[in-house]
């Protein structure tokens, strides 16, 4: 009966469609698949990485990075330290435009920094914090002056921090009391059209962009799409250009349609497992307390197997905050073998052969399985894990509240290795990154030292040593760097993978 | 009539307040702190405490609930955290989707479920009864979400005939618009199906096996006229009291189908708000459900005082 009538259904359906593509849309349109719905569109608010996908269509930067990680001109074409590193001088692109047609000057620059600063509830805030004011040196140069020199901040303006929006639009938006994110107006290649919470967000081709032969497409139309399985078939039935995000699972059936792409980078990012050392009573046992205990945890697992039985081997094992193969990691730290007899020993000699703690664990099925991954190999070190699903939001004001012996938890990663080590170890750190409450004075010097000077190779000798003292005391063991997994119509061209994950659609076409 | 009228829509403030205290103390139960979820992956202690300030975070419960209640009285349902947006706003643009998407469910599901359920009827204790029964039982035990992904596969991946997922308004395409809400309409419906079947069976032995439809067949009408003039008119009254029931509950949004086809709907709406800590909203939509089942229930009572006079005290 009901095959009968799914056969039906599908007859009638046939006949109506007389076999045409679904979605019939003309090949101008770039559709893209997001695995969320992103939040505000506005450089200075925004907070979710998703969202920073749209921007990379909407919003031009200073700066930009290369897939390599150095960092290339795109709004200012050239840059100078000055001032003893207290200073950042920056020459402009000419003849940029916003899209509501101002022109992109010096003075848009010290609006948008001193917008950064200091509107409220500004999410860019801490990120240039070390800015202290924008002097504008004529229409086309600025100098970004800073209380203290902080190397990072030109990776900062490869971001969020670094967009630039249309004065005159975002005050236009605050004297209206309207709100400038459900209208952005900025200096990317596509400009704001509409956007449905939960079903769409439509930019248009900019005419006016001042590297318009790059761009291809007359729109980009971005889908969120919670479900992995629903937003591969999306692709695969032609409903989507792009996804980002594919399951690892699901990358062997992308690689076998002949009608698919696929492509990866090693993210910024990384997964690890957050012991609570000194945050409340939970980090009263044996983990939390004994940096031999947490010894022997790294030592039980065997990080390649974990990236085998849950990411299918696509997957990059680390043991540090940045992936081996970054110009920051510590070569003469490499990932550790998995030795469970020396774990045992080291149980021994802290008198505690079977240290019993729970894990908490936030509610995805990839990290789950991790979990369990983990849980298992611990065991036969004589460890007793006891896994804690729990609701993301809910995970991360336990761990806050120091209500966890310890987390397994990620960062999505930034440029600058200093985003992905100085708000989780230093005691300057906010509470609610730093949630091992972890402090080490001499940790903390070589920290201020690595973010003060500009030489890769100098700041290197720095972090290295962070890297001895963090990677002995454990309050983090950093177990895998994730990938960015893209899948898309084969006919696609020119896609480029990036290690922060977004999407740039310069030089995407559809052939 | 006119009392009757006045007490009814007296009843009907203490019910939304009571609601509305009940929808603010229960939204306090879920773990997790919104300033925190809100303030993003940074965890910025400025911006964590902007946004407590900003939304009353930082006032004592009872503080917040006349803040918010205080809003309410004057139409005004608070602003999305999330994205800035008012949550009436929201509302009024996930509503006419659900309720398209309730619609062509119910339709779906009665046009499998009556007709189902005569021939399960009228062909009582034969191997059709079992196989429509058997049918049934499998409609109302496939989890939805499965039904929807496998349907995606076959009809989008496999054949490319519909859209995988999403949504477009008929004022856009209403081929378009069709053609991405049949799969979860008929995911919805049929599930709804399934209970209809069994109602209009069981409905259908019951009054074929009355005198009126001996006397009918005695007349010597046919077989059709006698079941589907005759039985069925009086076998429906349950029927569509049920599906009218149905459609009340669909309209709530229906949380697993809306999510799996990426359909904007209600259900999507707070799915996504509980996760994301967005209180306004969640406390928005809850009401307004309340506030729209209210007024149904008051709509439908009314309606039995006019077609029934014994009500009419």
């Keep these: 009966m009901k095959k009968l009538l799914l056969a039906g259904i599908g007859l009638a359906l046939s006949a109506m469609l007389a076999g045409g593509p679904a979605l019939a849309q003309t090949a101008q349109t770039l559709r893209i698949g997001l695995a969320e719905d992103p939040d505000l569109l506005d450089p200075t608010l925004a907070r979710t990485y998703v969202g920073r996908i749209v921007f990379a269509s909407l919003c031009d930067k200073l700066v930009d990075i290369t897939p390599e990680l150095e960092i290339v001109p795109q709004l200012a074409t050239e840059w100078q330290w000055t001032d003893g590193n207290k200073g950042l001088v920056m020459k402009l692109r000419q003849g940029v435009k916003f899209h509501d047609g101002e022109p992109f000057d010096a003075a848009a620059v010290k609006f948008n920094i001193e917008r950064h600063l200091k509107l409220p509830g500004s999410n860019r805030k801490a990120e240039i914090s070390a800015v202290t004011g924008v002097d504008i040196i004529d229409d086309h140069t600025v100098k970004l002056v800073l209380s203290a020199p902080f190397a990072p901040l030109l990776a900062q303006l490869t971001d969020r921090a670094g967009m630039m929006v249309s004065p005159k639009a975002a005050q236009a938006a605050q004297a209206s009391g309207g709100d400038f994110s459900t209208r952005p107006v900025c200096a990317g290649p596509f400009k704001f059209s509409e956007r449905v919470a939960q079903d769409r967000i439509v930019l248009e081709r900019f005419a006016d962009y001042w590297n318009k032969d790059q761009i291809k497409f007359d729109k980009v139309t971005f889908l969120p799409i919670p479900d992995s399985t629903v937003r591969l078939a ?278 | 009539m006119t009392t009757f009228l006045l007490r009814r829509i007296a009843l009907i403030i203490p019910t939304l307040f009571f609601v509305s205290v009940l929808i603010f103390g229960l939204q306090q139960l879920l773990p997790g702190d919104p300033a925190l979820a809100m303030a993003g992956e940074e965890r910025d202690p400025s911006v964590i405490a902007f946004l407590r300030e900003k939304y009353h975070l930082d006032q004592p419960l009872p503080v917040r609930y006349a803040l918010w209640i205080e809003g309410v009285a004057q139409g005004d349902l608070g602003e999305s955290i999330r994205i800035k947006r008012p949550v009436l706003e929201l509302i009024t643009e996930k509503l006419p989707v659900t309720a398209e998407l309730a619609l062509l469910a119910i339709l779906i599901s009665l046009a499998i479920g009556i007709p189902a359920g005569i021939i399960a009827a009228v062909k009582n204790e034969t191997l059709i009864d079992y196989g429509t029964t058997m049918a049934a039982l499998w409609g109302l035990s496939i989890p939805n979400f499965w039904l929807g992904i496998l349907l995606i596969l076959l009809f989008s991946v496999e054949l490319g005939l519909l859209p995988a997922s999403g949504f477009v308004s008929p004022g856009e395409s209403l081929k378009q618009n069709l053609l991405t809400l049949i799969m979860p309409a008929f995911v919805l419906g049929n599930a709804l199906a399934a209970g209809l079947m069994r109602h209009t069976r069981s409905a259908m032995l019951q009054v074929l096996g009355m005198d009126y439809v001996r006397t009918a067949r005695a007349k010597g009408l046919s077989e059709r006229v006698v079941v589907l003039r005759h039985a069925l008119r009086n076998a429906l009254i349950p029927v569509v009291t049920l599906a009218a029931l149905d459609l009340g509950g669909l309209l709530g949004g229906a949380v697993l189908t809306e999510q799996v086809f990426t359909i904007p709907g209600f259900g999507k709406l707070i799915v996504d708000a509980v996760f994301n800590r967005d209180y306004a909203v969640v406390q928005g939509v809850v009401l307004f459900t309340a506030f729209a089942y209210i007024s149904l229930n008051l709509f439908a009572d009314l309606a039995y005082v006019v077609l029934n006079p014994r009500l009419r005290t």
């Design chain 1, 234 to 511: 999306n692709l695969q039935s032609g409903g989507l250009d792009l996804i980002e995000r594919v399951m690892a699972t699901d990358v062997e059936a992308v690689k076998k349609d002949s009608r698919l792409k696929f492509a990866d980078i090693t993210g910024l990012g990384y997964q690890s497992i957050t012991a609570n050392l000194n945050n409340g009573p939970r980090s009263k046992n044996p983990l939390g307390q004994d940096p031999r205990v947490r010894q022997a945890l790294e030592l039980s697992i065997d990080r390649d197997a974990v990236n085998q039985v849950v990411f299918n081997g696509l997957f990059q094992p680390g043991n540090q905050w940045v992936p081996p193969g970054n110009p920051f990691y510590v070569k003469s730290l490499p990932i550790p073998g998995r030795d469970v007899a020396k774990a045992k020993q080291l149980l021994a000699e802290a008198k505690a052969p079977n240290p019993s703690f729970t894990l908490t664990v936030p509610t995805n099925p990839e990290t789950l399985q991790a979990a369990q991954v983990i849980q298992s190999m611990a065991a036969e070190a004589g460890f007793d894990i006891k896994i804690q699903a729990t609701e993301f939001a809910s995970s991360l004001d336990l761990a806050v509240k120091g209500d966890y012996e310890a987390y397994l938890i990620g960062w999505s990663g930034r440029t600058d290795p200093d985003g992905n080590i100085y708000n989780f170890v230093s005691c300057k750190a906010p509470p609610a990154l730093n949630t091992p409450h972890y402090c080490n004075e001499g940790v903390d010097k070589e920290l201020d030292a690595g973010r003060a000077i500009e030489a890769p190779a100098e700041r290197l000798a720095h972090y290295a040593k962070v890297a001895e003292r963090v990677l002995a005391d454990r309050p983090v063991i950093y177990v895998w760097h994730p990938k960015w997994l893209y899948a898309m119509n084969a006919k696609l061209a020119g896609f480029t993978p990036y290690p922060d994950g977004l999407i740039r659609p310069q030089g995407l076409r559809m052939q």
